[in-house]
């Protein structure tokens, strides 16, 4: 089975721009979650989707936001880039709400500039 | 507030033998543990878990210890081997926040490990 996938794996943008990332869940796999990783804050929650509504929320400014596609797909976007914003984006998924392990894709390395 | 840690940014460990990577953590209503391990240009890979019922649970050459007296957490590997070079992650889940996706992690431990 594969595992979950992140396209694209490097993204290069400037400040200003706004950015699209994607994630697909393993086969059969009904949540999705993001986190943003950075060296100083490490690993930090950034949503939850479930059946396409976001279920949690961490604290992030509205520039950053996801939605959840009927089959389990996911995208989150960040509007006017900052400097800051340079991080790597990491999509996890699992099962059912029931399951708490969470299983990681590789990534997005998004560097602003 | 919450927050989850480790005790040594950098643990450096001679191949064939223990490792011992310790986790502190400061909310008591947490019920769920993980521990993940990233190597270099890939995301956390699930390794361990184990919920506060518990205060041992034994993987292949994995051991995960949970003392909710002093709130702290270990992960022990057995005969570290090279390919246990990475760095490693502690997470909780909190009880009050349901049936959520979300974890708290730390801030990780470097494992090198010496031929």
């Known amino acids: 089975k594969a595992g979950v996938t992140q396209t694209p794996r490097y993204l290069i943008k400037t400040r200003g721009q706004q950015v699209t990332l994607s994630c697909s869940p393993i086969s059969g796999h009904r949540s999705v979650s993001w986190y943003q990783q950075t060296p100083g804050q490490g690993l930090q929650f950034l949503f939850e989707?479930?059946?396409?509504?976001?279920?949690n929320k961490g604290n992030f400014p509205g520039r950053f936001s996801g939605r959840q596609f009927s089959n389990s797909r996911s995208e989150m976007n960040v509007s006017t880039l900052e400097l800051g914003d340079s991080a790597l984006y990491l999509c996890?998924?699992?099962?059912?709400?029931?399951?708490?392990?969470?299983?990681f894709g590789s990534g997005t390395q998004l560097s602003v500039l | 507030g919450e927050s989850v840690g480790l005790h040594l940014p950098t643990l450096s460990v001679q191949e064939g033998d223990n490792s011992i990577i310790n986790c502190a953590y400061s909310?008591?209503?947490?019920?769920?543990f993980i521990w993940y391990k990233q190597e270099s240009g890939k995301g956390p890979q699930f390794i361990i878990d184990?919920?506060?019922?518990?205060d041992k649970r034994q993987g292949q050459r994995v051991t995960v210890l949970l003392n909710k007296t002093v709130k702290h957490l270990s992960l022990q590997i057995a005969a570290t081997q090279p390919g246990d070079s990475a760095v490693y992650f502690c997470a909780e889940k909190s009880s009050g926040s349901g049936n959520t996706g979300k974890l708290i992690f730390g801030q990780g431990t470097t494992l090198q490990v010496k031929p």
């Open positions: 989707y479930f059946s396409e509504t976001q279920r």
């Open positions: 184990i919920r506060s019922n518990m």
């Open positions: 996890a998924s699992r099962p059912h709400l029931d399951n708490e392990k969470l299983f």
């Open positions: 909310n008591s209503a947490s019920d769920y």
